[in-house]
T-cell receptor, first 114, second 113 residues
Framework: AQTVTQSQPEMSVQEAETVTLSCTYD???????LFWYKQPPSRQMILVIRQEAYKQQNATENRFSVNFQKAAKSFSLKISDSQLGDTAMYFCAFRQTGANNLFFGTGTRLTVIP | NAGVTQTPKFQVLKTGQSMTLQCAQDMNHNSMYWYRQDPGMGLRLIYY???????DKGEVPNGYNVSRLNKREFSLRLESAAPSQTSVYFCASKVAGLPYEQYFGPGTRLTVT
């Protein structure tokens, strides 16, 4: 089974600064998708960004970008110009192409400090 | 457009009681999912329904049953609740085909005493 590891249980960042959250995964597949989800205190799971493994270019969504290193099986999330509303749990997730199951990491709790 | 809705938001059960968690989506999605989230862990898939009329087991199906009532609705039933089923339950839906992401409901916090 695929495994997703987030080695940073908690992180904090000053408002307006940049922070990077780490994620590694284990798979023998070559085609798959990676996701970062945000879970604020409201509990709602919100998709932040998605990366297709066949794309070499790193995905970017406004202040959020990823560093996808396929050979190293690494998928980190960079948040630039951190805002108070970015305070949340962040989950990295993996889905194999053609499969239904999303495999989640254990999450990183990010706190943005004013 | 409400997205994915779940009822109830909170529930407390006694061991051995039964209940059904309801989920509905109004996005015309084909696939629907039930996950559970335990403290210190990511979400784990309980059951999913790739399309209306089909259901399949996920990673942690024991103690649960599901019904895909129609394209919109996917319910999760606990026949005899156990304390180990204390968790937050999320329903999600997705358009069939890739690379579409899953859209999640707000969750149901279930406590079994």
């Amino acid at each position: 089974a695929q495994t997703v590891t987030q080695s940073q249980p908690e992180m904090s960042v000053q408002e307006a600064e940049t922070v990077t959250l780490s994620c590694t995964y284990d798979t023998s597949e070559s085609n798959y998708y990676l996701f970062w989800y945000k879970q604020p205190p409201s509990r709602q799971m919100i998709l932040v960004i998605r990366q297709e493994a066949y794309k070499q270019q790193n995905a970017t969504e406004n202040r959020f970008s990823v560093n996808f290193q396929k050979a190293a099986k690494s998928f980190s999330l960079k948040i630039s110009d951190s805002q108070l509303g970015d305070t949340a749990m962040y989950f990295c997730a993996f889905r194999q192409t053609g499969a239904n199951n999303l495999f989640f990491g254990t999450g990183t709790r990010l706190t943005v400090i004013p | 457009n409400a997205g994915v809705t779940q009822t109830p938001k909170f529930q407390v059960l006694k061991t051995g009681q039964s209940m059904t968690l309801q989920c509905a989506q109004d996005m015309n999605h084909n696939s629907m999912y039930w996950y559970r989230q335990d403290p210190g862990m990511g979400l784990r898939l309980i059951y999913y329904s790739a399309s209306e009329g089909t259901t399949d087991k996920g990673e942690v199906p024991n103690g649960y049953n599901v019904s895909r009532l129609n394209k919109r609705e996917f319910s999760l039933r606990l026949e005899s609740a156990a304390p180990s089923q204390t968790s937050v339950y999320f329903c999600a839906s997705k358009v069939a085909g890739l690379p579409y992401e899953q859209y999640f409901g707000p969750g149901t916090r279930l406590t079994v005493t």
